[in-house]
Every structure is written in structure tokens, then in C-alpha cells.
T-cell receptor, first 111, second 113 residues
Framework: SQQGEEDPQALSIQEGENATMNCSYK?????LQWYRQNSGRGLVHLIL?????REKHSGRLRVTLDTSKKSSSLLITASRAADTASYFC???????????FGTGTSLTVIP | NAGVTQTPKFQVLKTGQSMTLQCAQD?????MSWYRQDPGMGLRLIHY???????DQGEVPNGYNVSRSTTEDFPLRLLSAAPSQTSVYFC????????????FGEGSRLTVL
């Protein structure tokens, strides 16, 4: 069974608005990462947050992690049409070298 | 710097045929892995390797073999293709296993008829 689940499955917003997507997972983790995938392309790493961190920023991205609720959120501020993509969370478990990906959130930013 | 290179990009097979998806990285990464991506299922780990000569199973290993004879290469073999193996396959590598970001190839789209 999959470790991570994102919601919503799809999100459509106007350019300039903020986009928030959530990830829930099932078991204890070392780290949680967010990736972006443009249509027909491979995944690209966005940001990594460690299990002992609660919040992390990178440019227009803000990630939070709540290990008590086993959940994370990715906020993209001031969205652009170029942010249109699918976004995935990935977790690696405390006992192994395996990364588990969620089902992804498809974000559409309308110009 | 090519990063992670996958070949072929597209392949059509008949049921029962075998083939190898190639993956090569030029970043001297110890960790390499294979995923399959299916609609609505996200990415699922097939096999992974933490270094040359070491491989292990992921979430969905049945029907696939891997080997890691060099640091650079991590081929994925389909022994007897089945329609259920129609998918997009991604190879990914990392400096380390559980603490590093994954670098992905562009994917190999496989159709099994």
C-alpha cells in the first residue's frame, strides 16, 4: 500500500493566487520531499524537510510538516502559469532506503 | 553533465517478449532505483540498489530483474512481458539512500500488447 496520499487530486487557480496541497502518510519517516512533474517529463526535486523540522522555505515554496498528524503541506505563493504541473510528496521510512510517492496533485494555473 | 539517461524512450512489446530498459547516471551516485508510474497510482518502487553489487526489492518487484555491476548503470529487465506491465518507467539516482534528493530520468514508455 502507498505511504503517501496527496489532496486535492486536482487544483485549478488563477495566476497570482496561492496554491496549497496536502500530503498524508502512514508510518514514521526520516524525511519528506516534494517533487514536481511537468507533463511527459521526469520528476524534479523541489524541497526536502527532515522529520525534526516543522517548516521550510525555498523561494515561493513553503513546506510544513506535522509528524504528530503524519501530514505535510506545500504552499506555492503568487502562482504563475509555469507552475502548472503535478506535485508529489515522497517519504522515506526510518528503517530503509525506500522512497514512497503519493498519487500527486495536478495543479493548473490559469493565466 | 547528462544526469540520468534512460533508453529507450518508447517501446512496444508483445506479451511474452523480454527486454531491458537501460539507465545510466554520470553523477557517481551510489543509490539507484526504478519506479513505474500508472494513472491514479503515483510512482511505485520496483527495485533499488545502494551500490555496485547490491540490489533489493521494492513495492512491486514481480516480473522484473535488476543487476548493478557498475556504479553508473542499473538496467531493468522484463523477463516475460505482460499487458499489466504497460506503464511509464522512471529511473532515479541519489548520492545516498534515505537522505538525498532523487534525480530522475525522462522516463521510458512501455506498451505491452
Amino acid at each position: 500500500s502507498q505511504q503517501g496520499e496527496e489532496d486535492p487530486q486536482a487544483l485549478s487557480i488563477q495566476e497570482g493566487e496561492n496554491a496549497t496541497m496536502n500530503c498524508s502518510y502512514k508510518t514514521s519517516i526520516n524525511n519528506l520531499q516534494w517533487y514536481r512533474q511537468n507533463s511527459g517529463r521526469g520528476l524534479v526535486h523541489l524541497i526536502l524537510i527532515r522529520s525534526n523540522e516543522r517548516e521550510k522555505h525555498s523561494g515561493r515554496l513553503r513546506v510544513t510538516l506535522d509528524t504528530s498528524k503524519k501530514s505535510s503541506s506545500l504552499l506555492i505563493t503568487a502562482s504563475r502559469a509555469a507552475d502548472t504541473a503535478s506535485y508529489f510528496c515522497a517519504t522515506d521510512l526510518t528503517h530503509g532506503n525506500q522512497f514512497y510517492f503519493g498519487t500527486g496533485t495536478s495543479l493548473t494555473v490559469i493565466p | 553533465n547528462a544526469g540520468v539517461t534512460q533508453t529507450p524512450k518508447f517501446q512496444v512489446l508483445k506479451t511474452g517478449q523480454s527486454m531491458t530498459l537501460q539507465c545510466a547516471q554520470d553523477m557517481n551516485h551510489e543509490y539507484m532505483s526504478w519506479y513505474r508510474q500508472d494513472p491514479g497510482m503515483g510512482l511505485r518502487l520496483i527495485h533499488y540498489s545502494v551500490g555496485a553489487g547490491i540490489t533489493d526489492q521494492g513495492e512491486v518487484p514481480n516480473g522484473y530483474n535488476v543487476s548493478r555491476s557498475t556504479t553508473e548503470d542499473f538496467p531493468l529487465r522484463l523477463l516475460s512481458a505482460a499487458p499489466s506491465q504497460t506503464s511509464v518507467y522512471f529511473c532515479a539516482s541519489s548520492w545516498t539512500g534515505s537522505t538525498g534528493e532523487l534525480f530522475f530520468g525522462e522516463g521510458s514508455r512501455l506498451t505491452v500488447l
